[in-house]
């Protein structure tokens, strides 16, 4: 069974604070995504990865950067937070090896910056 | 660009059948997606549709797809209120290893 698990359920930040936001995954699985959730926005990709130390943009990367220094591992950062990334943070993986491009998520991280 | 619709809300009643719609833009996506968000979790594959397909039915769910019109349904029958959850359609957008999700629709099931 696939389990992707992130760091915290909930965090409470300050503005102008750095965040460090957590996902592993269990199923070395070689693709691993960042969205940010909002009412009525749906999901919106930050950044994606195929493989260790590569990373691509997704559709709104400004204000975070990411990690990847093992395969199981993808950090999101919040280099300055500020409140409108006050967010629902949801992390994927999804393997290549197939056709179907299913991605498994984690249980997501509500971050609120105050 | 690529850009994937549906209403925001729907509310039915225990029992009856549920209908979500979806419209996307991307007609070289190869599969279509229905995924679920129960509260305080992440997503979950639901169901899926190849693009060469129109109908798929498993259990309660049946996916209809209108390629012409790119528009995509799915319907729930017998809804019960642990159907109650965030539905969002996806699709691949041509082979790629990205998905691109709708805005998420909320069924509500009134007991």
């Known amino acids: 069974d696939v389990k992707v698990t992130q760091s915290s359920r909930y965090l409470v930040k300050r503005t102008g604070e750095k965040v460090f936001l957590e996902c592993v995954q269990d199923?070395?699985?070689?693709?691993m995504f960042w969205y940010r959730q909002d009412p009525g926005l749906g999901l919106r990709l930050i950044y994606f990865?195929?493989?260790?130390?590569?990373?691509e943009k997704g559709d709104i990367p400004e204000g975070y950067s990411v990690s990847r220094e093992k395969k199981e591992r993808f950090s999101l950062i919040l280099e300055s937070a500020s409140t409108n990334q006050t967010s629902m943070y949801l992390c994927?993986?999804?393997?290549?090896?197939?056709?179907?491009?299913?991605?498994?998520f984690g249980p997501g991280t509500r971050l609120t910056v105050t | 660009g690529e850009d994937v619709e549906q209403s925001l809300f729907l509310s039915v009643r225990e029992g009856d059948s549920s209908v979500i719609n979806c419209t996307y833009t991307?007609?070289?996506?190869?599969?279509l997606y229905w995924y679920k968000q129960e509260p305080g979790a992440g997503l979950q594959l639901l169901t899926y549709?190849?693009?060469?397909?129109d109908m798929k039915q498993d259990q309660r769910l049946t996916v209809l797809l209108n390629k012409k019109d790119k528009h995509l349904s799915l319907r729930i029958a017998d809804t019960q209120t642990g159907d109650s959850a965030i539905y969002f359609c996806?699709?691949?957008?041509?082979?790629?290893?990205?998905?691109?999700f709708g805005t998420g629709t909320l069924l509500a099931v009134q007991p």
């Open positions: 991307d007609s070289s996506s190869t599969y």
């Open positions: 994927a993986s999804s393997t290549p090896g197939t056709d179907l491009y299913e991605q498994y």
């Open positions: 990865s195929y493989d260790v130390k590569m990373k």
């Open positions: 199923m070395d699985h070689e693709n």
């Open positions: 996806a699709e691949n957008g041509g082979a790629t290893n990205k998905l691109i």
């Open positions: 549709i190849f693009s060469n397909m």
